[in-house]
């Protein structure tokens, strides 16, 4: 157990619907990351927090999403307007150490159907 | 575009073999760490390397940083059934803080 929790765990919606995800990492995390994964790839980046700054933001990321850390400790990640590629685990990972360890939450798979 | 390269994809072996899986780049990476991931989970750290040439072991699991730290690889001695899952590398390239995740090697150890 990683510390790291996620909520909710399995999310499912109807497309033009908007949704968001919680993650919590433990309190010693100052690192803050979300992924997105699908099916048979490996996870792909999308936000780095290091407390409440967002510092780095995939291209890859439309304007459709947005994530914040307001007070440097959970952090929310927005979908609006989903869209049926949306569809996927998302993943949060928190982490400390100087060399960026990760340590991720269980996920939050989300259908769009 | 930052690309990490693993291979094998698949691997299927016999309990007590060993394997060796890779993770390769074009680019420096400043770290490198390898995952285990099970299916509807979140992968699990197994390992940060930092320095070229590095090598640690975790019991039966041996790593090693390419000198150059553009590469990595994994290598299970005597496999067992609860080795089986997806194995993936991640990188940090200097002046980054962007993860880049390899595609994974789908491991199954059968008894």
């Known amino acids: 157990d990683t510390g790291v929790s996620q909520d909710p765990r399995h999310k499912i919606t109807k497309r033009g619907q908007n949704v968001t995800f919680r993650c919590d990492p433990i309190?010693?995390?100052?690192?803050l990351y979300w992924y997105r994964q699908t099916l048979g790839q490996g996870p792909e980046f999308l936000t780095y927090f290091q407390n409440e700054a967002q510092l780095e933001k995939s291209r890859l990321l439309s304007d459709r999403f947005s994530a914040e850390r307001p007070k440097g400790s959970f952090s929310t990640l927005e979908i609006q307007r989903t869209e049926q590629g949306d569809s996927a685990m998302y993943l949060c990972?928190?982490?400390?150490?100087?060399?960026?360890?990760?340590?991720f939450g269980p996920g939050t798979r989300l259908t769009v159907t | 575009t930052q690309l990490l390269e693993q291979s094998p994809q698949f691997l299927s072996i016999q309990e007590g073999e060993n394997l060796t899986v890779y993770c390769n780049s074009s680019s420096v990476f400043s770290s490198l760490q390898w995952y285990r991931q099970e299916p509807g989970e979140g992968p699990v750290l197994l390992v940060t390397?930092?320095?070229?040439?590095e090598v640690k072991k975790l019991k039966r699991l041996t790593f090693q940083f390419g000198d150059a730290r553009k590469d990595s690889s994994l290598h299970i001695t005597a496999a067992q059934p609860g080795d089986t899952g997806l194995y993936l590398c991640a990188g940090v390239y200097p002046g980054t803080y962007k993860y880049i995740f390899g595609t994974g090697t789908r491991l199954k150890v059968l008894a």
């Open positions: 309190s010693e995390h100052n690192r």
């Open positions: 390397v930092v320095t070229g040439g």
């Open positions: 990972a928190g982490g400390s150490d100087a060399w960026g360890e990760q340590y």
